[in-house]
């Protein structure tokens, strides 16, 4: 049996061996050249691929640089179709047969002639073409399974990184907008595109950097890029029907199931999408609209801190077990040659079950105490969301948008909780039992208009905006709750039974206008005229009823309040736009106003702010692929009505919150500062991102904590809490292995200000 059992060991080995030599060894060679016009000046930027002859699929590529210079390394011996293919010049084709170093040497391409009668249009799969600020790729040349989605198409495209959530970044960047065939699809959610639409629809993928509605209708450049896809149409998914419907089922009673159904023609898109699973996944992304706890959850946790380190409540849809159904409809049609209608309407039903474990050690002085959390979440969430938006070119003069959104929402919110105190010696001294369950809904509105005006003056022009959002929100919860203190002392022993009713209501009502102005100073110099007014009324009502022995309204823990925020802006900014250089220096001057009455205790407040806000931009385009930008503003954040609201949150009576009417506004200085760097001849890009803020009068959170180790966490100001932070990623293909290399690192240190039993400390973190 040991010499059976060594002569298996000597074939495993002999085999391993044998494959890792072969491997290690494969014929592997380097295709290169040169390419020119006709009259030998190089072509640089120009794409060289090597094509399967069957089916036309690309396998290796290479871009040429300033010298015309292309190189494929890594290059497998076999027959290959040659392409060179550049914006302005016929495309090259030439079969090669690569068994060694292939030098072509110099390639002439011809210009582009256009020739009337007698043309003959022929279809070409170039896989890769640059045409200036645009990467274009041709989504036939790249492999995907049958039935893939958009998302599985950019994941195998050079130059594009998928991660595991389904956020796209592009050349270093990441993607915050997804069109389709120039037009929006379901708003500005890119996975509504890239997860819900079949790729064997795309026709060709589109990268580059778009300007701001604004900058594109005036031709002044303002600085503000969004990196953008657009994914064009094959021509015969541009009229007619196209879709797919896939339906799995699996083990432990898992399922999925997808449905898109598109009708397109020359006038209108209209597109259906669908799913159901119980797997996770989402074919959209998870934010106000779908917050999974609705508004309760903010009521039972005592408002937007988390209060005493617990578990924050909306996690996100990868937490737990997620349920989730949906529905929408997407409608692009050209009324008349100048107007362009969007409209969209998409319904989400998420369920989630999630079990959570914590435990906490706190030090006060030269003691210290251990919490110890378990807990359990159910969460319903159902949204409905419409919106609509027209766009109108009244001349070529004169531009009209009109916008708006409508949503609703119902959720269903129960946790169950048990928590433990321990002394250092780890002995019991307090526990609590808490059950919490919720109703709530919102619905939300809101409306924009904005109309553009140019002159014959060339970058002279005035723009107008106004906008108006409503919300209004009601809850209704049970919170039951058991509580027993100082347990190490069985005479002194503190029982607390909570059965209590809470309801909350609340409501907003906004609006804002703006009026712009930009006049040229001649020489790409433009300076920039602005006021704003903008007005924010909150109303806010609470009211608690204990329940045992007898429903009996609740005044310590009832509230009632009202507030008003106005501002007022004027604004100064000068811009100086070149080619490789841009920057502008600004300043707006805000005067606010704070007016509040809580009803319920009698007490008005009101108080006025005037602050100046300088803001400075520079953009510097290195080199084609290279560009550097940095960005210094300032801002002002208002406390938040939960954090000025004077009354006591005892949802966790050992973790309680009280709110302060007396807080000033954060004033936060920022400097951000970005290098990118893309190398479309690799398709490797390096991106460095820093950003350092100083904030005034910060809000933070004051916690003092008894003799019982009982919580009480009050908003206060303090000064001068500073944050700075750095990241940076690299990507770059492994052609030899089909892969792709991706680094990323980040540093960030904050010294911030830290309030415990009324001493205030000084807090340095790093944090990688």
């Known amino acids: 049996k040991f010499q059976e059992k060594s002569t298996l060991m000597r074939i495993a080995f002999i085999v391993i061996f044998s494959l890792f030599y072969f491997w290690a060894n494969a014929q592997e060679f380097t295709v290169e050249g040169i390419l020119q016009d006709s009259i030998e000046n190089p072509v640089p930027y120009a794409t060289a691929t090597l094509l399967n002859p069957q089916d036309s699929v690309m396998r290796y590529f290479g871009i040429s640089n300033k010298e015309g210079r292309f190189k494929m390394k890594k290059v497998e011996q076999g027959d290959y179709l040659l392409q060179v293919a550049y914006l302005g010049f016929d495309t090259y084709y030439r079969e090669v047969s690569i068994k060694g170093d292939l030098n072509l040497e110099t390639i002439v391409l011809k210009e582009k002639s256009t020739t009337l009668a007698g043309a003959e249009v ?92 604004a900058a594109e209708f005036t031709g002044v450049d303002d600085g503000e890029r969004n990196k953008t896809i657009n994914l064009k149409l094959k021509e015969d998914r541009k009229k007619g029907y196209f879709g797919n419907i896939s339906a799995g089922y699996g083990t432990d009673n898992r399922y999925e199931s997808k449905l898109n159904i598109n009708r397109f023609t020359k006038k209108y898109q209209l597109s259906t999408i669908g799913q159901l699973n119980n797997t996770n996944q989402s074919g959209f992304s998870f934010g106000e609209s779908v917050n999974f706890a609705g508004g309760m959850s903010r009521l039972m946790s005592g408002g937007s801190f988390n209060i005493g380190g617990g578990l924050p409540i909306n996690r996100g849809a990868a937490d737990g077990f997620t349920r989730t159904g949906a529905i929408g409809a997407n409608l692009n049609t050209d009324i008349g040659k100048k107007t362009k209608l969007t409209a969209s309407y998409f319904y989400n039903n998420v369920l989630r079950e999630s079990e959570s474990n914590s435990a906490r ?36 003069m004169q531009r ?31 526990d609590s039992d808490r059950k919490n369950s919720s109703q709530s809904n919102s619905l939300n509105f809101d409306l924009m208009a904005s109309y553009m005006l140019k002159f014959k003056k060339k970058g002279r022009s005035a723009s107008l905006e106004a906008s108006l959002n409503n919300s209004n929100s009601s809850s209704e919860g049970l919170l039951q709750s058991l509580n027993r203190l100082n347990l190490l002392e069985p005479d002194d022993t503190i029982v607390e039974d909570l059965l209590q009713n809470q309801e909350e209501n609340q409501g907003q009502l906004g609006y804002k206008t703006r009026l712009n102005y930009v006049e040229p100073l001649g020489k790409k110099r433009y300076a920039e005229f602005a006021y704003e007014h903008r007005n924010r ?88 692929s290279q560009n550097w930008r940095m960005n210094y503003s300032t801002q002002i954040r208002e406390p938040s009505l939960n954090e000025l609201q004077p009354v006591v949150n005892n949802n966790d009576p050992l973790n309680q919150y009280l709110g302060n009417p007396n807080l000033n506004p954060e004033y936060t200085h920022r400097l951000n500062t970005s290098y990118n760097l893309f190398d479309q001849f690799s398709f490797t890009s390096l991106f460095v991102f820093a950003t350092a803020t100083l904030t005034k009068d910060k809000i933070v959170r004051s916690q003092t904590i008894d003799s019982l180790f009982r919580r009480t966490t009050v908003p206060l100001n303090v000064d001068d809490v500073f944050d700075a932070r750095i990241n940076a990623s690299f990507s770059t293909p492994l052609k030899f292995m089909g892969a792709k290399l991706r680094l990323r690192a980040g540093l960030n240190f904050v010294e911030d200000r830290v309030v415990l039993n009324e001493v205030e400390s000084g807090v340095d973190r790093w944090r990688n």
Not at 124 to 147: M, R
Not at 175 to 201: C, I, Q, R, S
């Open 537 to 624: 009324s909150t109303e806010s009502e609470r009211n608690v009823f204990d329940v045992l022995p007898t429903p009996v309204y609740n005044p310590d823990f009832s509230n009632a309040f009202n507030n008003d925020y106005f501002y007022n802006v004027l604004g100064f900014n000068f811009r100086k736009n070149r080619e490789s250089f841009k920057y502008s220096l600004g300043l707006d001057v805000q005067q606010s106003t704070l007016k509040g009455d809580i009803i319920t205790q009698d007490i008005q407040l009101e108080r006025n702010f005037r602050f100046l806000l300088p803001k400075a931009t520079m953009q510097m385009q290195i080199s084609q």
């Open 400 to 430: 009209l948008v009109v916008s708006g959104n409508l949503s609703f929402r119902d959720a269903e919110f129960q946790s169950n909780s048990f928590k433990e105190v321990f002394t250092a010696a780890r002995l019991l001294e307090n």
């Open 122 to 213: 022929t279809a070409e799969q170039i896989p890769i073409l640059i045409k200036k600020d645009t990467v274009e790729y041709n989504a036939g040349s790249f492999k995907v399974k049958k039935d893939a989605d958009v998302e599985e198409l950019l994941s195998r495209l050079p130059g594009i990184e998928v991660d595991e959530d389904g956020k796209i970044k592009a050349q270093g960047k990441e993607v915050n907008k997804v069109l389709v065939d120039g037009k929006e699809f379901f708003g500005d959610d890119p996975k509504m595109a890239t997860k819900n639409l079949p790729a064997d629809a795309i026709k060709k993928v589109q990268v580059y950097d778009k300007k701001s509605d």
């Open 361 to 396: 050690q706190d030090f006060i002085g030269e003691s210290t105490f251990f919490t110890d959390e378990i807990s359990d979440q159910e969460n319903r969430n159902a949204n409905h969301r419409a919106s609509l938006r027209l766009k109108s070119d009244l001349d070529s």
